[in-house]
């Protein structure tokens, strides 16, 4: 498949879900998203930062099985 292009998620030491949601927001502002779409991610996140803080790691969530 020609010049498809796949973005490989790693869960990377020391990384917050916190981390993790700023540099989806760069990706989504560098893939050139509209501002409204960015906007609701910004406040969904809000909705499972009530859940699970923003400061946990994302590496405490690899093995939990699905």
């Known amino acids: 498949m020609g010049n498809a ?6 869960a990377s030491e020391g990384k917050t879900f916190q ?3 700023e ?3 760069l990706d ?3 893939r050139n998203l509209r501002s409204g779409t960015i906007t ?3 406040e969904s996140i809000k909705q ?4 699970i ?3 946990t790691l994302i590496s405490a ?3 939990v099985p699905l």
Request: proline content about 7%.
């Open 5 to 10: 292009k796949k973005i490989k998620l790693s």
């Open 19 to 21: 981390d993790g949601f």
């Open 23 to 25: 540099e989806y927001v």
């Open 53 to 55: 803080p923003p400061d």
């Open 61 to 63: 969530f690899s093995a």
């Open 40 to 42: 609701h991610y910004k």
């Open 28 to 30: 989504m502002k560098a």
């Open 48 to 51: 499972i930062y009530k859940h």
